[in-house]
Every structure is written in structure tokens, then in C-alpha cells.
């Protein structure tokens, strides 16, 4: 299993709608969390952390599922500037490695 | 608002030659990466660096890579020769502590011909 999976998608979402993602990590020990997004060719640019008591930031929100080992990203009333790819963070160990996810890729369509 | 800086943002090299790429990281940061990613491709780790010294690397770093931080602001990834297949974008990032969030440069789009 890899430490960091996420469904590399494309998911392809109307615009105004509602789409979420998740990236589940294999770590029970992980420590830290976080949501980045990358548009085509630039770099991957951090979004928002995930706390354990989960947080949002105006159309986003984001969970932590310690029980399942996964981390959500909900994106509500999705712009077309939000077509980007999602990728996850976990830090974990002993020695702070961080394990990037591959991403997911999220189209939205007019 | 402090940004990872890095130089050149495109740099086109002959196979076999040196090259040296620049990151000025975030000035109080103290965990400094090096990425790369080929195009269409994932985004993948070759090395981590603190207190002057290599924490971690991957396989993909080889000893025909190098990092230095040679003046306590510079942060530089050099790779010997260059092969064909070290053409990708260079994506230098900073930490300001081992739990925080690693902010990225805008990278450097190597291309080896």
C-alpha cells in the first residue's frame, strides 16, 4: 500500500456544484496534514492545513479522520479557477518526512 | 508577503554540462527541499536539507547531484552532467519547522538537449 493515495481522477464537476476528495494515508502516527493545489506548470502552491478539528476557509473545507487515516477536501459552489490538481500532504515519523500524495485532478466545466 | 525565489526560471543545457540552480528560500526558514517534476508527471522529492547538512534523499538523487548553502541565504541544487532525462521543472521549497506547511518556489524549467 502506498503511504499516500489519493484517486488521481480527472473529476470533471458543473460548475456551481459540489465535489469532494479525499487522500487516505497509511501513517497512523502522522502528525501533520495539509491541502495543496498546483495549476498546470506552476508550483504546487498550499491551500489549507487540516487540524484535527477540521477547518474551513470560506468555499473549503477541510477534514481529518484519524480513525480511517484519510484527509477530506470539500470545495462547495466550485468556480472554474478551482480546476487545478489537489494534492495531499502528511508528515510523518520520527525524522518528519513529508509523503506527497500524486494529486487529483479537478476539472470544471462551464 | 516573504516568497521562495529561484534563478534561472528556464535553463537550457547541452548533455553532459554543469548546472547550478538558485533558491533564495524564506529568510527565518530552516528546512530547505529541493523537487522536481517532469512534465505530466507528479511532483516527486530528492532532498532535504537542514543545519548545513543533507537530512534525507532519494533514490533519484544520485551523486551526480549536489546541494549547497553556501552563504546562509543561497540554496543551490547542482547537478554534474546532465542527461537527457534531468529535464524537468526544479522546484526548490522552505519549512520554517519540521510540522509546518513548505512554501514553493516558482521553479526552474530545466531542459537538457
Known amino acids: 500500500r502506498k503511504e499516500v493515495e489519493q484517486d488521481p481522477g480527472p473529476f470533471n464537476v458543473p460548475e456551481g456544484a459540489t465535489v469532494a476528495f479525499n487522500c487516505t494515508y497509511s501513517?497512523?502516527?502522522?502528525?501533520?496534514f495539509f491541502w495543496y493545489r498546483q495549476d498546470c506548470r506552476k508550483e504546487p502552491k498550499l491551500l489549507m492545513s487540516?487540524?484535527?478539528?477540521?477547518n474551513e476557509d470560506g468555499r473549503f473545507t477541510a477534514q481529518l479522520n484519524r480513525a480511517s487515516q484519510y484527509i477530506s477536501l470539500l470545495i462547495r459552489d466550485s468556480k472554474l479557477s478551482d480546476s487545478a490538481t489537489y494534492l495531499c500532504?502528511?508528515?510523518?515519523?520520527?525524522?518528519?518526512?513529508?509523503?506527497w500524495g500524486a494529486g487529483t485532478k479537478l476539472i470544471i466545466k462551464p | 508577503e516573504p516568497e521562495v525565489t529561484q534563478t534561472p526560471s528556464h535553463q537550457v543545457t547541452q548533455m553532459g554540462q554543469e548546472v547550478i540552480l538558485r533558491c533564495v528560500p524564506i529568510?527565518?526558514?530552516?528546512?530547505f527541499y529541493w523537487y522536481r517534476q517532469i512534465l505530466g508527471q507528479k511532483v516527486e522529492f530528492l532532498v532535504s536539507?537542514?543545519?548545513?547538512?543533507?537530512?534525507?534523499k532519494s533514490e533519484i538523487f544520485d551523486d551526480q547531484f549536489s546541494v549547497e548553502r553556501p552563504d546562509g541565504s543561497n540554496f543551490t541544487l547542482k547537478i554534474r552532467s546532465t542527461k537527457l532525462e534531468d529535464s524537468a521543472m526544479y522546484f526548490c521549497?522552505?519549512?520554517?519547522?519540521?510540522?509546518?506547511?513548505?512554501?514553493f518556489g516558482p521553479g526552474t524549467r530545466l531542459t537538457v538537449l
Open positions: 521549497a522552505s519549512q520554517s519547522g519540521s510540522y509546518n506547511e513548505q512554501f
Open positions: 536539507f537542514y543545519n548545513n547538512e543533507i537530512s534525507e
Open positions: 500532504v502528511v508528515i510523518s515519523g520520527s525524522n518528519y518526512q513529508l509523503i
Open positions: 529568510s527565518n526558514h530552516l528546512y
Open positions: 501513517n497512523s502516527a502522522s502528525q501533520s
Open positions: 487540516v487540524y484535527s478539528s477540521g
